[in-house]
């Protein structure tokens, strides 16, 4: 099918506050009111999240959250938040949900409440074109400068490995990806870790700037979750539904058709 736009412009982070969801001292509650629904992402953060030429909300995730808000009856408007304070916004109850290329990992796990894993996402190399400087494992990357992007998996992996991050040239990290591939490209970085479709995203639009590494993966291999505060189970519930309906009738696989040329969406 044909690709929705996907060489757009550049950005992120899509997160749900239902109005009416105050709450007790950490912000959630289990009585969640579904007739407004505020999505807060990273609006730079493509093709999960982000702002068109128009300056509109656009997006893969952004598209599966319209259709599971519709399917249960729900308003919703989109709010940009800082990515590397999510679960900061989770708990305060500014928001309600996460859905915007979050990772599951056991850390996450232990405060935040996730849906039912709905895609995979590897972490790879992008590098300037035709200067892949012989990297074929992630021990490749020392001595050299690596970028990556705040409060991403990547950072999370990488400053959790000190034999790895201490063979750096140098470790920066930026607020947000693009910023890091500018960099790359202006050679300040030697190479970004990025999650795979974020990067191959930003790829197709400069594909005389960058390369993928594809066949080096740094790290495991994680999964998409939808995420909620850890004591909201009736809100992830509801979620998790609407999400459940639009896998079983394809809309989920028509809009990953339209972003990826692929159906990416993980089946129960």
């Given at each position: 099918?044909k690709m929705k736009k996907l060489f757009l412009t550049?950005?992120?982070?899509?997160?749900?506050?239902?109005?009416?969801?105050?709450?007790?001292?950490?912000?959630?509650?289990?009585?969640?009111?579904?007739?407004?629904?505020?999505?807060?992402?990273?609006?730079?953060?493509?093709?999960?999240?982000?702002?068109?030429?128009?300056?509109?909300?656009?997006?893969?995730?952004?598209?599966?959250?319209?259709?599971?808000?519709?399917?249960?009856?729900?308003?919703?408007?989109?709010?940009?938040?800082?990515?590397?304070?999510?679960?900061?916004?989770?708990?305060?109850?500014?928001?309600?949900?996460?859905?915007?290329?979050?990772?599951?990992?056991?850390?996450?796990?232990?405060?935040?409440?996730?849906?039912?894993?709905?895609?995979?996402?590897?972490?790879?190399?992008?590098?300037?074109?035709?200067?892949?400087?012989?990297?074929?494992?992630?021990?490749?990357?020392?001595?050299?400068?690596?970028?990556?992007?705040?409060?991403?998996?990547?950072?999370?992996?990488?400053?959790?490995?000190?034999?790895?991050?201490?063979?750096?040239?140098?470790?920066?990290?930026?607020?947000?990806?693009?910023?890091?591939?500018?960099?790359?490209?202006?050679?300040?970085?030697?190479?970004?870790?990025?999650?795979?479709?974020?990067?191959?995203?930003?790829?197709?639009?400069?594909?005389?700037?960058?390369?993928?590494?594809?066949?080096?993966?740094?790290?495991?291999?994680?999964?998409?979750?939808?995420?909620?505060?850890?004591?909201?189970?009736?809100?992830?519930?509801?979620?998790q539904k609407a999400f459940d309906e639009i896998v079983?009738?394809?809309?989920?696989?028509?809009?990953?058709?339209?972003?990826?040329?692929?159906?990416?969406?993980?089946?129960?």
């Amino acid at each position: 099918m044909k690709m929705k736009k996907l060489f757009l412009t550049a950005g992120l982070l899509v997160s749900m506050l239902f109005t009416g969801c105050g709450g007790d001292s950490g912000g959630s509650t289990n009585n969640a009111a579904t007739d407004k629904i505020i999505v807060g992402l990273d609006d730079e953060y493509p093709p999960m999240g982000f702002k068109n030429e128009n300056n509109e909300i656009v997006g893969f995730d952004v598209d599966l959250a319209k259709e599971a808000t519709k399917r249960m009856g729900a308003e919703v408007e989109f709010k940009a938040i800082d990515w590397s304070s999510k679960e900061a916004e989770l708990k305060s109850g500014r928001i309600n949900v996460l859905w915007n290329g979050l990772d599951i990992t056991p850390e996450r796990q232990e405060n935040m409440l996730f849906s039912d894993p709905y895609m995979d996402n590897r972490q790879i190399i992008f590098v300037r074109t035709g200067d892949d400087q012989g990297i074929r494992a992630e021990t490749d990357l020392a001595g050299k400068a690596v970028g990556t992007q705040a409060g991403s998996t990547a950072e999370s992996y990488i400053t959790s490995n000190a034999d790895l991050q201490n063979s750096f040239l140098e470790f920066k990290t930026y607020g947000d990806y693009i910023s890091a591939f500018m960099d790359l490209e202006n050679g300040r970085l030697d190479a970004v870790v990025c999650d795979e479709i974020v990067g191959r995203y930003y790829m197709a639009k400069h594909p005389d700037a960058l390369q993928a590494i594809g066949d080096v993966t740094v790290g495991p291999v994680s999964q998409f979750g939808i995420a909620f505060d850890k004591g909201n189970t009736e809100l992830r519930d509801k979620v998790q539904k609407a999400f459940d309906e639009i896998v079983a009738d394809g809309t989920a696989t028509k809009i990953s058709e339209e972003w990826f040329g692929a159906d990416l969406i993980k089946k129960k």
